[in-house]
Nanobody, 125 residues
Framework: VQLQASGGGLVQVGGSLRLSCAVSGGTYNSFAITWVRQTPGKEREFVAAIRWNGGDTYYADSVKGRFTISRDKYKNMMYLQMSRLKPEDTAVYYC???????????????????WGQGTLVTVSS
C-alpha cells in the first residue's frame, strides 16, 4: 500500500486548507486511514481517522469541529478539510493506513502500518 500526501502550504490564522492523500496498492473491507501531525521536538499527534468502508470518523479533541476527514472510495483518495486554522495547527501532516479498522484502535498511531511522506502546513499570524 502506498500513500501520497499533498496540499500543504502557508495559510493565515482563521483560514482554510484541504489536504489530500492518494491511496494505491489496494483497499480492503477493514481498511482505515488516518492523519497524524508532528512538529519539531514533539511526538506525533493523532488528528483524525476514517474507516474506508462505512465512513465512520474519529477526531482529536483539538481539531473537532474545525477539521473534517473524508474519503472518495472511487478515486481512492482521502481528504482533510481544515478550517479556522490556528498557529498551533502548524505541523507536518502525514497520512497513514492499516488493514484493520477496529474501533478501539482507530486513534492508536502505532497501529498504522503504511505511511506516506508528510506535507507541511504553516499557519501564520
Amino acid at each position: 500500500v502506498q500513500l501520497q500526501a499533498s496540499g500543504g502550504g502557508l495559510v493565515q490564522v482563521g483560514g482554510s486548507l484541504r489536504l489530500s492523500c492518494a491511496v494505491s496498492g489496494g483497499t480492503y473491507n477493514s481498511f482505515a486511514i488516518t492523519w497524524v501531525r508532528q512538529t519539531p521536538g514533539k511526538e506525533r499527534e493523532f488528528v483524525a481517522a476514517i474507516r474506508w468502508n462505512g465512513g465512520d470518523t474519529y477526531y482529536a479533541d483539538s481539531v473537532k469541529g474545525r477539521f473534517t476527514i473524508s474519503r472518495d472510495k472511487y478515486k481512492n483518495m482521502m481528504y482533510l478539510q481544515m478550517s479556522r486554522l490556528k498557529p498551533e495547527d502548524t505541523a507536518v501532516y502525514y497520512c497513514a493506513a492499516k488493514t484493520s479498522a477496529i474501533v478501539s484502535t482507530m486513534r492508536d498511531i502505532e497501529s498504522y502500518r503504511y505511511w506516506g511522506q508528510g506535507t507541511l502546513v504553516t499557519v501564520s499570524s
